[in-house]
């Protein structure tokens, strides 16, 4: 069903193999800011979490989605140079 709806949207669909998680923006530039954002902070409730997640997200201005979306060349890149080792 995803997948017609992206068809009849003209949409390229890129593959993204599992096992490379440098390929994935959200690994490498997402969720690495968003374990330092969390890092040290304590939480005394699911409820607490889910907001302190939501204030992380909602304190990123538009230019640091942006920024890890431009830096993907630059990562596949490295991934080529390094014969797919993981890039820290």
Not at 11 to 34: C, E, G, K, M, Q
Not at 64 to 79: A, S, T, V
Request: glycine share 4%; hydrophobic share 30%.
């Amino acid at each position: 069903k995803t997948l017609r709806k992206l068809k009849s949207l003209k949409w390229d669909v890129l593959t993204h193999p599992p096992y490379s998680p440098d390929i994935a923006p959200s690994d490498y530039h997402l969720f690495r800011s968003l374990q330092n954002y969390l890092n040290g902070k304590n939480f005394d409730s699911l409820e607490a979490l889910k907001n302190g997640v939501s204030s992380f997200f909602e304190s990123k201005p538009r230019s640091f989605y942006d920024r890890g979306i431009c830096m993907l060349p630059e990562r596949w890149e490295k991934i080529i140079e390094n014969d797919g080792e993981y890039i820290i």
